[in-house]
């Protein structure tokens, strides 16, 4: 066996993610190991911290996204953006919580978000949850792909945007380029299942365009706070919302509202990552 393969091997069994391994010549996906029970590859995402790039999948565990740098900095930034626009509601019944990278599964596949949002909300009728039990969805699922294929985060949003689970999600892909240049075209689309569902059981895109700094031709672009917005409708982030028991006053929101992402803040975010002479 060549030493590549035993140093990709030790991400399986040790968490050690070794330059040695030459993942730079590795194809996604990429099977890391085979005949693993949904138990065992929970208990070794959550002892070596893995996010966003394994999945489990009919006894396999699949790498789809490999640790990098602009990956790691968009999911904070969108996730920055979505608490920045929900600030005004912390401390109140209404509050929008972050669940992350939290492990979501069913029957045949086991999946985590690169970041998730919801307000509190009732348990759901087993084993329909997002824990193969009765724990609720998320309403908010971010997906963010460098090396991830855009084949594979549309799979990723039909698990998602499935009937009964989240309710909006947003995808960002950001084209790789070598190591230590700074990523220059960054895409976003937006999806909602209150937009229908489209042939085929598709849900519909709500919005897309390109944010980074050059587009697929070259062209130059130059974006300025507030050009590119996402905006998330308040009815679809509070879906389901659990209301309190009375006498408590039930939670009012507003049907109207908009909870808007600038996407300005998550390129220049990308882009000072890099800002370091």
């Not at 993610?17 to 099977?31: C, D, G, I, R």
């Not at 396999?60 to 968009?74: A, D, F, T, W």
């Amino acid at each position: 066996m060549p030493d590549c393969f035993f140093y990709r091997n030790l991400w399986w069994n040790k968490g050690e993610f070794s330059e040695k391994a030459k993942w730079e010549e590795v194809t996604l996906p990429y099977v890391l190991a085979t005949d693993v029970t949904i138990e065992e590859y929970e208990q070794r995402t959550e002892k070596f911290n893995i996010h966003g790039c394994w999945e489990w999948s009919d006894g396999k565990v699949i790498i789809y996204e490999l640790p990098s740098m602009p990956h790691e900095v968009c999911i904070s930034a969108v996730s920055g953006e979505i608490s920045n626009a929900c600030r005004h509601v912390r401390g109140t019944p209404a509050q929008i919580y972050g669940f992350g990278a939290t492990r979501t599964c069913d029957r045949n596949r086991g999946k985590k978000a690169d970041a998730s949002f919801r307000p509190v909300k009732p348990a759901v009728t087993a084993p329909n949850g997002s824990d193969g039990n009765d724990f609720p969805w998320p309403n908010l699922v971010v997906e963010v792909a460098y090396s991830e294929t855009l084949d594979h985060v549309e799979e990723s949003l039909r698990y998602w945007l499935s009937p009964g689970r989240a309710h909006d999600c947003i995808i960002v892909k950001i084209d790789p380029v070598p190591q230590g240049q700074v990523p220059v075209r960054m895409r976003a689309w937006h999806y909602c299942i209150s937009a229908g569902r489209g042939t085929r059981n598709i849900v519909p895109l709500v919005n897309e365009f390109e944010f980074g700094t050059r587009d697929d031709t070259g062209a130059q672009l130059n974006i300025t706070q507030g050009t590119y917005i996402i905006n998330i409708s308040s009815r679809c982030l509070y879906h389901d919302l659990k209301q309190p028991t009375p006498p408590s006053p039930p939670i009012q929101i507003s049907q109207n509202a908009t909870i808007p992402l600038d996407f300005y803040f998550v390129q220049r975010a990308i882009i000072q990552a890099y800002n370091i002479y």
